[in-house]
């Protein structure tokens, strides 16, 4: 692994086994002045273009202040989705107000306007962690006390991570560079498999950690392809009759619709309030794809599958 410092001071590193192919120094220096260019301090960022990207993602991943789970290792962070999607970058926030952008090897010989967007959005990321406006983890910025008779933290922390994914897409799509395979609906049908998945593999094996564990997962991945998909119709780049086949749509616009892109402040109260709102609409979803989880009258947490 090797570092320097690339464009206006944005630290470049570079830990792959083919560093030295001819011509790729200067790519990868282009890369590293793309992402300088969009974000507002580039001396506190990282740029990690690697060939280990799951280690490497989930290893700064454990280092987060923001993260969800303090006791969370490396080997939880998983690229490959259930639905078979598969991570084209991660973003994560450190300690002393720095960020690294992790970018995989494989997407360095993808088409030249995959690997701008995806520059481009990730950089949408780094300005929210920037500007200290990210939904992620802003109920610890907040006087805020979870609603336990409706909800337990999992679907905060979800909702939190799928409205800072509609801000960097909304800003993307005013830009003319929204991701294009998240503006229509076919990818709703997989997702929604993934419950189905869940569910089956319970009834061969009676596993409930597993079956919560793949049932959320679901939820999450449900989350952030719809938050995709209703920053391309907020900001007018796809018509709305575009995802109709898609009920739960309508319902997420109402609840997401109105909240601006990364280039617009968000008071913190403000962002708890909508990731509360649409915390208590994921339990809706999950319930309406048969599991539920939450706290009994005495406190103690209850997953179960509704059918």
């Known amino acids: 692994m090797t570092s320097d410092s690339g464009a206006s001071d944005l630290t470049l590193t570079i830990d792959m086994s083919a560093r030295s192919l001819p011509g790729r120094d200067a790519a990868y220096q282009r890369l590293a002045a793309l992402l300088a260019s969009a974000i507002p301090n580039p001396a506190r960022v990282e740029l990690v273009l690697t060939d280990r990207f799951e280690h490497v993602a989930g290893e700064f991943a454990t280092q987060s202040p923001t993260r969800s789970n303090p006791n969370m290792t490396a080997a939880d962070y998983r690229a490959v989705k259930g639905d078979g999607a598969v991570a084209a970058a991660r973003t994560i926030d450190l300690p002393d107000d720095k960020v690294v952008v992790v970018i995989p090897a494989g997407l360095l010989g993808a088409n030249q306007r995959i690997l701008r967007r995806t520059i481009l959005h990730e950089a949408q990321h780094v300005t ?10 802003v109920h610890r910025r907040t006087d805020f006390e979870i609603p336990a008779d409706q909800l337990t933290w999992e679907y905060m922390w979800i909702a939190e991570s799928a409205i800072d994914e509609f801000r960097c897409e909304r800003t993307m799509h005013a830009r003319g560079m929204g991701a294009a395979h998240n503006t229509y609906s076919a990818g709703y049908g997989p997702i929604i498999a993934m419950f189905d998945t869940a569910r089956q593999t319970y009834r061969g094996t009676f596993d409930l950690t597993d079956t919560y564990h793949r049932a959320f997962a679901a939820l999450d991945r449900l989350a952030v392809f719809l938050a995709y998909g209703a920053a391309s119709v907020a900001a007018e780049r796809v018509a709305p009759d575009m995802w109709s086949a898609v009920t739960p749509m309508a319902e997420l616009l109402g609840v997401l619709g109105d909240i601006p892109g990364t280039d617009t402040t968000v008071g913190d109260d403000e962002l708890t309030g909508l990731s509360l709102g649409l915390a208590l609409w994921l339990r809706q979803q999950f319930r309406a794809n048969g599991f539920d989880y939450r706290y009994t009258s005495t406190g103690s947490d209850y997953f179960e599958l509704l059918w």
Do not use: I, V
């Open 128 to 137: 929210l962690f920037q500007k200290h406006n990210s939904a992620q983890a």
